[in-house]
């Protein structure tokens, strides 16, 4: 139990790699908040944590509305006395081509997962700045961001806003380690290539649309196309992040780390 009395919040914990992420964290032993714009969804994931008998909750939380994140962070921190680890992990993906990407488009993608990323940051950052170092690692907390194998390889089909706004996270994931390193908080994110998830159903369809093949045909390439030759899990991201929230990461800071079977080793 590597992250035994830790307490942890994970954003678009409702399904997906988020809700592996809260399985995940609640089994090293953390106490869990899972928040998700849909409430339904993060009470679902807490009551399944609590079928674990984990210490588990669920608050809805919109990562692109400043006032709704900053009442949730004092939420907690009430609740819990300190915030340890923040996993920014909620996310969106649309796919066109570039030359028919509306303003709408970048926009959604660049709100959810960039400035939601900025947002979160600073607002749990304040909160961190303010908590006692923890006795063991001296540290004041850790922030986990799902970025993206996206977030390193821009060559990827139809998806130029949702690099960029992955290229923002990695290039924040930088930027904030180094100035919140001297208060003793660690920023580190996970680069996820192809992974079983509505998000990847979704893309599969826009796949189809777009590239005039079929479903199986798109799957085939994202399998080829990953070395470790088949397609990732939830759970295979879940745990890089678990580790990065344990002792065993207390000096890492600053790394965007690849997850993803070896799609992009960079
Ligand atoms: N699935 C993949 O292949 C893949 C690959 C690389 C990175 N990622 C990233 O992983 C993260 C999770 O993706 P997933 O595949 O589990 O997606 P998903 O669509 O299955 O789940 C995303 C979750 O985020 C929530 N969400 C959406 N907008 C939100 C908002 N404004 N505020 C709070 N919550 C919001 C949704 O309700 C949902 O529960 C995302 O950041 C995504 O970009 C996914």
Same mark, same amino acid.
Request: aromatic residues 6%; glycine residues 10%; charged residues 25%.
């Given at each position: 139990?590597k #992250?035994?009395? %830790?307490?942890a ?6 399904t ?24 339904a #969804?993060? &009470?679902r994931v ?16 919109? $990562?692109?509305q ?16 300190r ?6 992990n ?13 303003e ?9 997962n960039a %400035? ?20 063991? #690692?001296?540290?004041?907390? %850790?922030?986990?961001?799902?970025a ?15 690099v960029?706004? %992955?290229f ?23 680069? *996820? ?8 159903e979704?893309e599969?369809a826009?796949? $189809?649309?777009?590239r ?5 045909? $798109? ?10 030759g088949?397609?990732?899990? *939830?759970?295979?991201?879940a745990?890089?992040?678990a ?11 600053? &790394?965007a ?5 070896? #799609?992009?080793?960079?």
């Amino acid at each position: 139990m590597k #992250s035994q009395g %830790k307490i942890a919040v994970v954003t678009g914990a409702g399904t997906g790699i988020g809700r592996a992420i809260a399985l995940a964290l609640a089994d090293e032993g953390a106490a869990v908040v899972a928040t998700d714009l849909d409430a339904a #969804s993060a &009470e679902r994931v807490a009551g399944e944590l609590r079928d674990r008998e984990a210490n588990a909750s669920a608050l809805r939380l919109d $990562v692109t509305q400043r006032p709704e994140i900053d009442a949730v962070v004092a939420e907690i921190a009430k609740r819990h006395g300190r915030i340890d680890v923040w996993c920014n992990n909620a996310g969106v993906s649309t796919m066109n081509r570039f030359v028919d990407l509306t303003e709408r488009e970048w926009d959604f993608n660049m709100d959810v997962n960039a %400035k939601g990323v900025f947002l979160c940051s600073q607002a749990v950052a304040r909160q961190m700045m303010g908590q006692e170092p923890d006795a063991a #690692s001296g540290l004041r907390g %850790k922030i986990v961001n799902t970025a993206s194998m996206a977030g390193k390889r821009g060559g990827v089909g139809f998806l130029a806003h949702y690099v960029a706004s %992955k290229f923002a996270v990695v290039g924040l994931t930088q930027a904030t380690a180094a100035e919140l390193a001297p208060h003793r908080i660690t920023v580190n994110a996970v680069c *996820p290539g192809y992974v079983r998830t509505g998000m990847q159903e979704r893309e599969i369809a826009w796949e $189809v649309g777009l590239r005039g093949v079929d479903a199986a045909e $798109v799957e085939r390439f994202y399998v080829s196309d990953t070395p470790l030759g088949r397609i990732e899990t *939830p759970e295979d991201v879940a745990g890089v992040v678990a580790f990065l929230a344990s002792p065993a990461a207390d000096f890492i800071t600053g &790394e965007a780390i690849n997850v993803n079977g070896g #799609s992009w080793m960079d």
